[in-house]
């Protein structure tokens, strides 16, 4: 059977995400209500592959200064597959590479336990030549096991400082982002979150089942919350901050247990806790430490480059 690869195209987008409903490995963060919220500030170059008429994957990517990226603009960007097709899309991939102009072509990719033929897809890209450009050390919770918290991280609830605390989940954003989340970014790190509240009240609008927000409260206090992405079985914490009063209590801990434990119990599979590396790539040992404690194991995540020029 004859394979064509298409460049994407508006007119696609219910093509697009109907296909990814009925995909392997893919996530919300491909639909394209999601990817395009910040369209103006990509080039978009996502592809479909077809084999005769039947679409059997797609790509999110972009293109920048004659290089291809799957996906910055995303926390990953990997081909997306029907069941058995992961062989033919990503050999069809890298065909559609090594036959184009670009310089450079690139792909983030995601943890392994996203998906078991996530393997496949990183072999195959090292076999064809392409090199590690960044490793990321990311922390999960593998929720099938038992839980496996340091008494270091429950002491809270045998002292009684986590007694009077209170999670509502919901999308109470405003909150969050104002009180606590951007405040603590610009005191410890100088920086902002990469989604402003505006654009997170639109995903989560879009997304209301993928997008949920747990803050705690000690009292009417708003100590720490916690931003968690629902990308099928696995659970990742996208935004995670304490006031200084939480901080106190470990609040952003008691969220984490409390939602290990919810989440164990509806069925999901691992709890994505992120990475733990600094602006310049090195571990940042408090903060892997703090995971650690959480009964979080590391894995490396690669960014996978390959230069043609």
């Known amino acids: 059977m004859s394979i064509t690869i298409k460049k994407y195209q508006p007119e696609n987008a219910t093509h697009w995400n109907a296909f990814l409903k009925k995909s392997i490995n893919g996530t919300f963060l491909f639909d394209r209500s999601f990817m395009d919220y910040h369209s103006d500030?990509?080039?978009?170059?996502?592809?479909?592959?077809?084999e005769e008429d039947q679409l059997i994957g797609i790509v999110p990517a972009h293109t920048k200064e004659?290089?291809?990226?799957?996906?910055?603009?995303?926390?990953?960007?990997?081909?997306?597959?029907?069941?058995?097709?992961?062989?033919?899309?990503?050999?069809?991939?890298?065909?559609?590479?090594d036959n184009s102009a670009f310089a450079k072509a690139e792909f983030n990719l995601t943890p392994q336990h996203y998906h078991k033929d996530n393997y496949i897809l990183s072999s195959k890209l090292v076999e064809n030549g392409f090199k590690i450009g960044r490793i990321l050390?990311?922390?999960?919770?593998?929720?099938?096991?038992?839980?496996n918290i340091s008494s270091k991280k429950s002491i809270g609830y045998r002292n009684g400082k986590f007694e009077n605390l209170k999670i509502e989940r919901g999308a109470d954003f405003k909150s969050f982002w104002e009180l606590v989340l951007v405040p603590s970014l610009r005191a410890r790190h100088n920086s902002m979150p990469v989604h402003s509240l505006e654009e997170i009240e639109l995903l989560a609008s879009r997304f209301p089942n993928h997008i949920i927000q747990h803050n705690v409260y000690s009292?009417?206090?708003?100590?720490?919350?916690?931003?968690?992405?629902?990308?099928?079985?696995?659970?990742?914490?996208?935004?995670?901050?304490?006031?200084?009063?939480?901080?106190?209590?470990?609040?952003?801990g008691y969220i984490y247990i409390e939602a290990m434990k919810e989440y164990k119990h509806i069925g999901y599979h691992v709890m994505d806790l992120g990475p733990v590396n600094t602006s310049d790539g090195s571990i940042n040992e408090g903060l892997y430490r703090f995971k650690k404690q959480l009964g979080s194991e590391m894995e490396e995540v690669l960014r996978l480059e390959k230069a043609y020029k």
Do not use: W
Request: charged share 20%; glycine share 6%.
């Open 41 to 50: 500030r990509f080039d978009d170059h996502s592809l479909m592959i077809y």
């Open 219 to 252: 009292d009417q206090e708003l100590l720490a919350g916690i931003t968690f992405f629902i990308k099928g079985k696995v659970i990742k914490s996208q935004y995670a901050a304490s006031s200084p009063a939480g901080m106190k209590t470990d609040a952003v």
């Open 66 to 97: 004659n290089c291809f990226y799957s996906h910055r603009g995303l926390t990953y960007g990997i081909p997306v597959v029907l069941e058995n097709k992961t062989r033919a899309v990503i050999v069809a991939v890298l065909e559609y590479l």
């Open 137 to 147: 050390h990311n922390m999960s919770v593998d929720l099938k096991a038992n839980l």
